[in-house]
C-alpha cells in the first residue's frame, strides 16, 4: 500500500466511509425504499388546489407522523388537469399503523406492498454481478498481453468501490427525504459502463504512451490521467447538471435521475484519483510475478 498516492487514499477512504455511513443509516432505518419497493404506509393529505405555499400542512404532518414512530418520510403531490395542486402524498414506514381517523387533519391513510418488486430488484443484482465477471474476462482478454490483471482486475476494483460509495450517497440521502426505487439499477449498470469505458481509453492512452514516448507504464498512466482528466470532469459534471436540471423541471419521473447525477461525480472522481493507483497496484504485483 505504500506505493499508492495520497489522492488515493483519500478519495478510497472517503468512498469507504459513505459506505459505511450508508450501512449505519440501513441498520437504524431500514432501506429508503420502502414505498416502492417494500412494504409501507401512505398518506394522501387534501389540500386546497392554487394555494401560494402548503409547508406549513407538509411540516405539519411530519411532525404528526414522527410522533407517531415513522422513520424515512418522502413527500410528492399531486396535480389536476389544470397543473394545480390537489394532494400531497406522504410515503412512510412507522413502528405502529397509523390509522386516518385519528388524524388532526383530511386525509386518506392506505397501505404499500410493492414487494413484488424485490424479485426484479434481485434478478437485477444478478445480473449486474455477471456482467461484472464478464467485465473481467473481457478486460483479462482484451489485455492479455498488456498487463491484463491491471487492468481487468483494476477495472473490477473500482466498479465495487464506486457501487459502495453511490450506495452510501444515495441511503444517507432517505435522511433528507429521498426515496429510490427500481431505477438504482440504471444507476450502477451507468457507474459500471463508464468504469469500464474509462479503463479502455485509459490503458489505450498509456500504451500509446509507452510506444511514442519511450517510457514505463507508471509515467505512461500518470501521463494519460492527466491528458484525460480534463474530458472525464467536463462530460460527468455535464451529464450531472442535465440530471439536475431535469430533475427540477419535471415531476414524478425526475427525482429518479438523481442516483445518476451522483453517479457522474463518483466515476469522475474515481477515474481521476482511485483507477490509476489501482492499475498501478496490480500492474507491479504482475510485474512481480513475472519477474519472479
Not at 151 to 157: E, F, Y
Not at 169 to 189: E, H, K, N, R
Not at 238 to 262: D, Q, R, T
Amino acid at each position: 500500500m505504500k506505493n499508492l498516492t495520497k489522492s488515493f487514499k483519500v478519495f478510497f477512504i472517503a468512498f469507504l466511509a459513505l459506505f459505511l455511513v450508508g450501512v449505519i443509516v440501513t441498520c437504524i432505518f431500514g432501506i429508503n425504499a420502502f414505498g416502492s419497493l417494500g412494504k409501507g404506509q401512505q398518506l394522501i393529505l387534501n389540500v386546497t388546489a392554487g394555494k401560494d405555499s402548503y409547508d406549513e400542512d407538509i411540516a405539519e404532518v411530519k411532525d404528526y407522523l414522527k410522533e407517531h414512530g415513522a422513520g424515512m418520510i418522502t413527500v410528492n403531490k399531486e396535480y389536476d388537469s389544470f397543473d394545480k395542486e390537489v394532494a400531497i402524498v406522504f410515503m412512510f414506514k412507522s413502528s405502529t399503523p397509523i390509522d386516518a381517523s385519528s388524524a388532526p387533519f383530511d386525509c386518506v391513510v392506505s397501505d404499500l406492498d410493492n414487494s413484488h418488486l424485490t424479485k426484479t430488484i434481485t434478478r437485477g443484482c444478478i445480473a449486474l454481478g455477471v456482467a461484472l465477471v464478464v467485465v473481467f474476462a473481457y478486460l483479462a482478454i482484451r489485455f492479455c498481453k498488456n498487463n491484463w490483471l491491471a487492468n481487468s482486475l483494476g477495472a473490477v476494483c473500482t466498479v465495487v468501490i464506486n457501487w459502495l460509495a453511490i450506495f452510501g450517497i444515495v441511503q444517507i440521502a432517505g435522511l433528507l427525504g429521498y426515496q429510490f426505487d427500481i431505477t438504482i439499477l440504471a444507476t450502477f449498470a451507468y457507474a459500471l459502463f463508464a468504469t469500464v469505458l474509462m479503463y479502455v481509453v485509459m490503458a489505450t492512452v498509456a500504451r500509446i504512451n509507452v510506444e511514442t514516448k519511450k517510457i514505463d507504464n507508471t509515467a505512461a498512466l500518470a501521463l494519460a490521467t492527466k491528458k484525460l482528466s480534463c474530458y472525464y470532469y467536463v462530460i460527468n459534471i455535464l451529464l450531472a447538471i442535465v440530471c439536475i436540471v431535469l430533475s427540477v423541471l419535471s415531476v414524478g419521473f425526475a427525482i429518479k435521475l438523481i442516483p445518476v447525477a451522483i453517479a457522474c461525480v463518483v466515476c469522475m472522481l474515481s477515474a481521476v484519483y482511485v483507477a490509476p493507483s489501482f492499475w498501478t497496484m496490480f500492474e507491479k504485483t504482475e510485474t512481480e510475478k513475472i519477474e519472479k
